[in-house]
């Protein structure tokens, strides 16, 4: 899922009258739709299907092995569960809330006009980042909603072995429906770009001065019917829209500060600091770890939603920002702690894809090697230091890991994009074939970036507390303290995750 | 000597232990088990079935000491463990008539 | 694996006259050979090894982590087992009968023409249910082999615990020989579609009767030489041929049906009803329902053959199929149990799984999503009520997962197939561009979705009956009650599979 | 992966003058650029994907659940840490080192060219192994990664349980540096087809003899530029190359010998032949092999770059061949030792795999199947008898497997290539449309085979055993028998793989 | 007060669980362990690894009793532990001194 | 008869059970347990938390034998189970008033 088709839309108007007569050339899409091509849809699909696996199992085992064996159960019901319960409210009305057109409110929802699937029927299709190709609508759908159901499953790290499930059920179906939805709309709801091209192109070849100024107010139109953040559209950003290729903000901000706050509000887990909680399955952990890993491909080079060579590059930045993690975390922990550990390795890579997710379709290979051997120091301060420091129970890390390496990787996007740096610079689909890379301007774009993180940050973070407080008044949060003790498997669920 | 047997809830353990430490007692020797007494299990059910669960898990802790520690080894456990719900568990006393510490071969009371 | 092809060929006889003279512009196949795609090719392998990957080591988790750990190691081995066999059996002669010529014996079995992969070469090719579309027929092969091996190994979970490995390996090579190849055949067995496109394009281009006979020579011969389900040639049928896209009859019936009989045949556990025989690893079950859905997505989105929006559709279909059920076992569990369990949850995306891979090419995502929710109240039925009512020891709920929900899959396809609740209709290859949704008759499908299911349930089922008595008369099916009580893993294998 | 190009070319410069005028209407692709295929891009990037998890959690989990559980998080941390160290050192420089243009060193290692990634971009394009054909070198240069990253972890279960990590840190490093790099490009470091056909099609073009002899001199750079292995460059090779589709020598052969070399350096286990040293964990194990048989698709069937009919023979062989060694080691051992065991049935998959991998593209499916159950009962008779006969402690037998395996598949690749054996003959791209199976001679195949072979074996056997002495002497390769006592979960990385 | 201590067969836990019962005997604790005696193990073979597994999985069961209780007990445990194959299991009987109710601090008989 | 209780370092368990078998001890019961005592544990970090592990994995060994053996018992579990480094473990011996062999209902000495 990219933005880079945001930033250069607005500026169209600017720059319209000088740049976009060189595009005689270029083909004319209205007229006869584009096809979907069968490795682009099979890769869409297989994406689709790796980022479930991300989930069930990979997200349930690398979470799952991390907590007590009385609490085994109860987190991988969790997470199977919201992916269930996220799939069924994404088809019902999720979709349409975040990919739909909301109308006068598109700025900051997508309306409920693709409710209950209306109109994605077999046929349909949605546009990918190159003009001229599409993929079948339902591909798309089903690819985002694979984000949709990992986003809130990220979240229950936090507050693992300590929150009863039927809060986290009721707490994550409002969570996705007004946090989530939103979000991702404002990130992620762009412009056609095929629309773009057209226009530009009819502009270029527009003789009058009435069919300018038409072919104008299509690209104007386009440019401006998109999420708020995804345009640039607040006063500050001048139309220079954030860029998040797969996720940054959308996923792992958001579910990170999310976490938080319910690690705050629910509390610390009995025993916290006093007893050991020790990982009840390192081996669990890490092939969770290694399923995160594998299926983070479809994640990240995935959201170019074709086969091209972008996507290459968005698999190749997966791989090595996350190599670079993992050794760097291990190698830092070597050093400063005097063993490398194999939970350290696996939280470098966790962290380095995390990194790497918004970054992953901009960056170059190189540039990605150096965020994913920067991002592992930086959370590991913040899970030993800050965690300890403050003393807040953020069970799994999900704040220190998710949300801190989803703002390294937010904003060192907005720095390693910069073609200098060997990254891809910015697309502007009004001007193709012209030599666009000087246009990147790193404080324009990193000011982008901050806005996109500064506003996930707040809205998800005090959003969220308000609806752990509202589910802890109507059903309460925490279970007894008895039960507690004796694990959430048998209280929550009358059974227990292994009888050897 | 005597050799105290606890069953205790397995939570208790680091408390329990610390106790012991205070009143000089060093050494002990934990076993995971499972009891069955008045305490209520809980039912579980796996699809159709459904099983009652009578055994609770619960820890078993053996020390040795020299006789005259015998009180105040009870009372350490009992005050430490007691949560005041049933199930808490039994403390057991039994003679033990020699002890060697392998490593060294001291005995009896040396060796505890 | 689709059906839709038949259901209008017969039917062609009586239209041809009328309808098919409108295809004139439609390419004729014949002389130019299709070329595969690469797209498709890719998509068919990699939905290869998602069907392998639902085996092994999907379904051997999900079954496992429901014995005790003392038959852990049993259960292992008879699924890896069974794959490593059928992949052999299916290689010598089990495609040959499967998708083989079989001459005047076509409508059941397909023959030997094709054992050891006889005129299978790298560059032969399969047809798609797109007419000019191919696939290579390795792909095409391979694909079906991984159902062939995951069908029996479904089989097992029955059984599980008390039927010696000599006695399983002995009936599942006699029942994939003799009960599924022969069922398979019955309802894929299906006429290539470019032979009737372009035999259509011939008779709509024939001036003479001679060439409009020769031409409907040559549909009737296309479409009598298939299965006899496939092609609705029961008389009761009248040529309305059952719809099973991706196995609801052939692989969840037919293996729920022979569990059965072998749960009844060999008898209950030692134990069963008085001690507890409680899951030695939920976590290990989760995993492999996780799996299981991960890779379902070969086994239903593969079936398409190709991948375009057909695939999407089977895709995404799955997906919320899946995802209604998990979540309607969990809520009516806890209205009536008091308690949502992992267990439930899981067996719930099983179910769903199961009931959809029928309807998934067929049905519109929102039917999908009605027959998630309406499976896992009826599957989770059977699998307390009726089989503590009847006592019948289905140790791993074989019969109550699979046959029950393949069963309520496969009638609901006859429904959900209907335009007017979103499904695709009934293809007509000899009408491409007509409107022929309105060809569907509901009556006429039930009748023909009922026929499938009831040839599959006695055919099976007896058949099966028949294999286990003659398998325990040579060699026995079950280990002395000694070797029962300390474990398969010991007294089949003398090996355990935890040595922790 | 194939060697598949090499052995014509040299042959070329005798031929040319009478067979390359038959290729008058080849297509000449110099001048108009090929573009990636999306289907062939999303099957290399999915392929790499599936290699990957071959790696993690496969390997690590089938080696994880073979040792004792105090030894389970150094199986896990060494298998991962290796991962991200050859992804960063691939990147670097390794890449570079095995598929970069080393001058007039080329022979024998790539030079530095690429370090860094030079020059490889969103567009660079590598061929495949049709002309005309090209793929994203990005989604190459990972595929191939992906092989770096595996062969290492192959090694490190011949030491399993009593090497400490900065030793297999230290050896690793310079091992992938020194034997692994090198041998890569003297096996994989072919000509571009399309420089060839365009070359041989330039040849058959010219009429001057001046022409003729210019083209000649392109064919000739074109095909004395590549590893010595690949081009059959040794002088009694005669410029037949070795076939190696996807790794049995570079992969296989050379992590086994590497391990059977550490085996003997670093010494037996404490305990080995007195304590039990049963695997802690069959069930990780099973997972791991079935996960390795998923992932070893992308792997031989990956290497094949495209998706086409080629690629699906080598996704069916590597099929037959695993599913006929599984069920052959199963019955061999269920005649010789009296029952049939999940770890040798897992065994026999992965011997299997190892055997086919250089086969897969080669071999027909009858062919595969066989060379399937002829290597179980040689490994099996090599990891029994052998090992215990010479008392060396090859603890997870890596030896046994992959390095017999291995060589039994790369001996047995020069035999089933024949087109008489149903084999895929040699490819000439001089004189393609000719028929030029009849080129195959089996002697001068296995000699190259054979070359191959040794060439590796000695290598790889004596360049790591220096390699350990080094490490030995500056870091020690041993615990201490007390840290060896309690495992190296806890005197390596401070840590436990459960806390149950 | 004694405590009866017997080895058995695993499966045979919920049959003497509820002998004891019968009798009385409200409570026990329960610990896997791994026995060696007459009863032959089998062996394990991994790849080319011979092992003999000589330990085999025993269930020990501990019941503190009063005294008077003592021959029941042992009976009980005898009569639904047995078998009759090698393996079966046994029991010890041996002196307790003191046993205390760890919830209400109850002494001796009144704590089991 | 006595019941001889060994507490000691896991590996050691082949060797002793042989020892055992050569003085004519041919049952024993064998329990893991946690011990803790002089021997130091070590330290495990998860991420930011560090905990002290202070229990270390160590083997209950219990063997039932008449009074006369006691002395070589210890003798042969302290020689095999020593490696002179702190937390070699201990031995106790405690009295047993009765044993019973479940399958044969033999008694006593003959049932041991
Ligand atoms: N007679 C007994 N012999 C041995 N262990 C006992 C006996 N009675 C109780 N226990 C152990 O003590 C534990 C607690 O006993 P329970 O009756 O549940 O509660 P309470 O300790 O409050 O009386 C049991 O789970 C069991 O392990
Ligand atoms: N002397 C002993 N001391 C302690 N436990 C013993 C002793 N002898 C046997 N056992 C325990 O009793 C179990 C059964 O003993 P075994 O000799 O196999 O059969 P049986 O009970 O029929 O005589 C053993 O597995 C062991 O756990
Ligand atoms: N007083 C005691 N009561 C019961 N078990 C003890 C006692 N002291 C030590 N142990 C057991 O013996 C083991 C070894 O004791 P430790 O003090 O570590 O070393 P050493 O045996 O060399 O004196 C401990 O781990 C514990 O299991």
Redesign the interface.
């Known amino acids: 899922m990219s933005l880079r088709l945001q930033r250069s839309f607005s500026r169209t108007c600017v720059f319209a009258g000088t740049s976009l007569f060189a595009l005689g050339a270029a083909p004319a899409f209205a007229g006869n739709a584009p096809v ?8 869409l ?2 994406s ?3 980022v ?2 991300m989930s ?2 990979g997200l ?2 690398f979470y ?1 092995g ?1 907590v ?2 009385k609490n ?2 109860s987190i ?2 969790q997470t ?2 919201i ?6 409210l994404w ?1 019902l009305y999720g979709y349409s809330l975040a990919f739909g057109d909301g109308g006068s409110l598109n700025a900051y929802i997508g309306g409920l006009g693709k409710a ?2 209306k109109g ?1 029927g ?3 299709t949605a546009p990918t980042f190159t003009p001229g190709h599409v993929v ?4 798309y ?2 690819f985002q ?1 694979t984000f949709a159901m990992i986003t809130p499953a990220l979240i229950i790290g936090a507050f693992a072995e300590r929150m009863k ?1 039927s809060a986290v059920f009721a707490f994550i179906t409002a969570w996705v429906t007004l946090i989530y939805f939103p979000i991702a709309h404002w990130v992620w709801a762009v412009a056609d770009p095929n629309v773009i091209v057209d226009a530009a192109t009819e502009l270029a070849a527009a003789t009058t001065d009435a069919a300018k100024q038409a072919a104008q107010a299509k690209i104007d139109a386009a440019t401006a019917s998109v999420g708020w953040i995804a345009g640039g559209l607040a006063p500050w950003m001048k139309g220079v829209g954030a860029l998040d290729f797969a996720g940054g903000t959308v996923v792992h901000i958001n579910a990170g500060i999310a976490g938080l706050a319910g690690a705050l509000i629910v509390g610390k887990r009995i ?1 916290y600091g ?11 952990s ?2 969770g ?3 995160l ?2 299926g983070w ?2 994640f990240n ?1 995935g959201s170019n939603l ?8 968005a ?2 930045n997966t ?2 920002a ?3 993690a ?2 760097s975390w ?1 190698v830092t922990e070597w050093a400063v ?13 966790v962290a380095g894809l995390v990194a790497v997710t918004p970054a992953s379709g901009f960056a ?3 540039g990605s ?1 150096v965020l994913g051997f920067v991002v592992s120091p930086i959370c590991l301060f913040f ?3 800050v ?2 420091t403050f003393g807040y129970d953020d069970a799994l ?1 999900v704040f ?1 890991v998710h949300c801190i390496g989803g703002v390294t990787g937010a904003l060192a996007t907005g720095i390693l994009v910069s073609p200098d740096l060997g990254g ?1 610079g910015i697309t502007d689909y009004t001007a193709i074939g012209e030599n666009y890379a000087g246009k990147y301007e790193m404080l324009a774009q990193m000011i982008a970036q901050a806005t996109a993180v500064g506003a996930t940050l707040l809205y998800s973070g005090i959003g969220s507390a308000i609806l752990y407080k509202v589910v802890d008044l109507v059903i309460g949060l925490r279970p007894a303290p ?1 039960q507690e ?1 004796e694990g959430l498997d ?1 209280s ?9 | 000597m005597k050799i105290v047997t606890a069953i205790i809830k397995p939570f208790k353990l680091d408390e329990v232990r610390d106790a012991l430490t205070t009143i000089g007692v060093h050494g002990l020797t934990v076993t995971e088990v499972k009891g069955y007494g008045r305490q209520k299990g809980h039912t579980e059910i796996y699809r159709g079935a459904e099983y009652a669960v009578s055994f609770l898990p619960k820890l078993k802790i053996e020390v040795a000491i020299p006789v005259e520690l015998t009180d105040k080894t009870i009372e350490a456990i009992t005050n430490t463990a007691r949560t005041g719900q049933i199930g808490d568990g039994k403390i057991f006393v039994a003679p033990i008539e020699r002890a060697v510490r392998i490593r060294t071969g001291e005995k009896d009371e040396d060796a505890l």
Do not use: Q
């Open positions: 979907p091509n069968p490795g682009d849809t099979a890769w699909l297989i689709s299907a790796l479930l696996m069930i199992p349930a085992l799952g991390l007590r064996t085994m159960a991988l019901t199977f569960a992916v269930a319960l996220v799939g069924v088809t209950f699937l994605v077999v046929d349909a079948p609508e339902l591909a759908f089903v909603m499930f025993g006093k007893e050991a909680l020790p990982p009840h399955s390192l081996t669990l890490m092939v770890a290694s399923l890993w594998v491909f479809g080079a074709e086969a091209n060579g972008t996507t290459a590059l698999f190749v791989m090595v996350t190599a670079g993992a050794l291990l702690k005097g063993k490398p550990s194999l939970l350290g390795l696996i939280s470098g890579a170059g290979p190189i090697l899970v030993s230091k965690k300890n890390d220190g891809v008895d003790r048998i929550d669920h009358g059974e227990r995750a292994y009888n050897l």
